[in-house]
T-cell receptor
Framework: GENVEQHPSTLSVQEGDSAVIKCTYS??????FPWYKQELGKRPQLIID?????GEKKDQRIAVTLNKTAKHFSLHITETQPEDSAVYFC??????????????FGTGTRLTIIP | DAGVTQSPTHLIKTRGQQVTLRCSPK?????VSWYQQALGQGPQFIFQ???????QRGNFPDRFSGHQFPNYSSELNVNALLLGDSALYLC????????????FGPGTRLTVT
């Protein structure tokens, strides 16, 4: 099955600076890579995703890059704000039976924005 | 447009007991996946239901079972509870034709004592 590793486990960034979180995956057949943000006591919320036919995707201050050859993908947050403080999870599809993909999650990164 | 809902919010059970958790998918979604999230960890896939059948299963024992109803809502049942079953149980809904975009419910916090 798929194995997803995520680094770093904690990250503190000065407000206004950029934050980068990296993930690697093991299954070369994986083709969808979402990022979720989870605030304390709340549900994971999808913030951005990328499919394997694209190398980069951007949505305002958030961007995701994918390197399929190296099997890694990264989340980039620019101009960080206090409300960006949360735990971020990367995930990758575990192909399993075609049409019944499930997500395998990383262990999370606790991002703290320092005012 | 109603999002994913789960009940109950919190639950406290004793070792050996059984528990049933409930999930209503986002309006228009037909597939429900269940995840277990232990404290400080990422969600771990338990199983997925579509057309009232279990379509895929993660590495969880048979004590974990589920059901999907004709209205696409779903239940997760856990028998013979262990202390290690204490976790946040998340339900995620999606469309079978596009399983990628999964939307999570608020979760049920289960504490086993």
């Amino acid at each position: 099955g798929e194995n997803v590793e995520q680094h770093p486990s904690t990250l503190s960034v000065q407000e206004g600076d950029s934050a980068v979180i990296k993930c690697t995956y093991s299954d070369s057949a994986s083709n969808y890579f979402p990022w979720y943000k989870q605030e304390l006591g709340k549900r994971p919320q999808l913030i951005i995703d990328i499919r394997s036919n694209v190398g980069e995707k951007k949505d305002q201050r958030i961007a995701v890059t994918l390197n399929k050859t190296a099997k890694h993908f990264s989340l980039h947050i620019t101009e960080t704000q206090p409300e960006d403080s949360a735990v971020y999870f990367c995930a990758a599809t575990d192909s399993g039976n075609f049409g019944n993909e499930k997500l395998t999650f990383g262990t999370g990164t606790r991002l703290t924005i320092i005012p | 447009d109603a999002g994913v809902t789960q009940s109950p919010t919190h639950l406290i059970k004793t070792r050996g007991q059984q528990v049933t958790l409930r999930c209503s998918p986002k309006s228009g979604h037909d597939t429900v996946s269940w995840y277990q999230q232990a404290l400080g960890q990422g969600p771990q896939f338990i199983f997925q239901y579509y057309e009232e059948e279990e379509r895929q299963r993660g590495n969880f024992p048979d004590r974990f079972s589920g059901h999907q109803f004709p209205n696409y809502s779903s239940e997760l049942n856990v028998n013979a509870l262990l202390l290690g079953d204490s976790a946040l149980y998340l339900c995620a809904s999606s469309l079978q034709r596009d399983l990628y975009e999964q939307y999570f419910g608020p979760g049920t916090r289960l504490t086993v004592t």
